[in-house]
């Protein structure tokens, strides 16, 4: 029953690259929540959910693998679904952290399904978090950046406004999208992508008269006077 390729040894193996996958995703897991996110952004609370969540998608889509019913592949890949249902019942996300979401969902799938080829399921898992080191680095894009901005004056004219929203920020504008113009109380809500210049700024939207609570979605609206 010892020899090569008996059932003793066949359900050792299979235990084994389980054992492996657990490990794998573990560690993916781990690097991916306490090596990237939280030394970044600095949000327990998504910390305990990303956990959660993992370990939660582990451990559903390892019994439902082993389940031998034929549907585990299917009903571990609607444990997806999970992700619109949190973002309908809590507070909004923003975008990357939708991002870290997502991967921590894809790392459970993949360290709970049986397979015989572990090396793939963990090269897939180091990509993973490869792919979120480069794309949430500080560095990437580092002068791109979005505001909220509360004008205190009316600016209905599109060309009128980015000029002005380059004069006050000190920096080009890539996108300006009109969210309210209010001609009563002489204001303007805008949403702004921009560039900033390499260096330090001369001018930036801190230096605004007064700044308003954060606005959905993590920005922050900034009142500017002219």
Partial sequence: MNAAGSPHNRWKDYHMAQL????????????LVFGLYFPRHR???????????????LAVASALS????GAGIGLGMALFGVLSIIRLR????D???VA????ALALGLLGGMQTTEVWRSAVLMGLIVAVLFVGDHPRMMRNHRR?????DTALPDHTALVAYLEQTLGARVHSAVVQ??????DTTLVDVRYRCAPGPHAKNANTAAHAEPAAPGGTTPVAVRP
């Fill in 20 to 31: 492996a996958l657990f490990l794998s995703d573990i560690a993916a897991v781990s690097l």
């Fill in 147 to 151: 505001q909220v901005m509360v004008l």
């Fill in 43 to 57: 949000r327990k609370d998504l910390v305990v959910a990303y956990l959660g969540v993992n370990v939660g998608v």
């Fill in 180 to 185: 309210r113009v209010d001609l009563v109380n």
């Fill in 66 to 69: 082993s389940g031998k019913t």
């Fill in 95 to 97: 975008q990357h952290e």
């Fill in 100 to 103: 870290y979401y997502f991967s």
């Fill in 90 to 93: 809590s507070t909004e996300l």
